[in-house]
């Protein structure tokens, strides 16, 4: 499966890229694009680079947007800090960036296969939005968009709107009219894919992705806490195991909109869950539950088979 991550690094974005990378067998990684999101795009790609360097993975990678369609920027130190990845404290990266913008780049790459892509995004969706509002044609050169973001019912961010979302509500509504397969992770699942606070120690080995996963979780399981909450969801992680292993999740298909006016419920994707609805609207997959315990072992395993390379 030939795969294009859009990303914004990120403690759980990195536990996605690790899931990519620990499965050459099924994923073909072409590259990486970012985005803004939960930090600036330097930031989110400095943190990309330190990482793909420290695994010894070259992999393309691409800068993207700074800022949503309308021009805005919103990151979120409190969940991923200042860094936007805080904890692990990783070496400056040997690897640079293409010099093509993420959008170009994008464009470029999947133009250049035989045979079609999925893009996987766990960012607000603005590089995304600029693709297919830019390259139109490209839509029929797209398997599938498998996006963490959005929720049916609760949000995080507001009380309505997932944040990857509410950053870029514009962006989020072009995809999803796009017409391109959708599989959304949004918070039901997410919040189901939680790793326990105790269940952290099983990375607590000297194995490479599994220190580097310890430190990411050190850090990140501090918001839940923060929280009260028993464990933390690992929202970007979803996506890519779904694409490993969908036997593992519970899906419903449905037509899913994007509210961006709303004074209350901006950036809130609308799923129709009507038992009547119209189902020729249908245009995203929507995960709602996922079996916890395998979930959690493949996040380690996917660690282990990265430690092997040493
Ligand atoms: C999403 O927001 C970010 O904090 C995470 O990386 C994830 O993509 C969860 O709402
Ligand atoms: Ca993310």
Redesign the pocket.
Known sequence: MKIIFD???????IFALCALLAHPELFDLLGCTTVA??QTVEKVTDNLLRVLSYLHHKVDVSIGSPCSLDGRTFV?PV??GESGMDGPKLPESNFSVTGLDAVEWIYQTIFDQSSPVTIVA??PLTNIANLLSHYPSIKSRIERIAI??GSLYSG??TSQA???IYVDPLAAKIVFDSGIPITMSG?EV?HQAMILHSEIERFNTKGKASKLTYELLEFYSRFAKHLGQPGS?L??LCPVVELLYPHLFTSVDLFVDVETQGELTCGKTVGDVRGWADKSKVNAKVLVDVDRQAFIDVFVENAGMLDKEG
């Open positions: 990303c914004d690094p990120g403690h759980d974005d999101g939960n979120q969940a991923h766990t960012g963490m973001g995080n961010i997932e944040f990857n918070l997410c969801p929202f970007d």
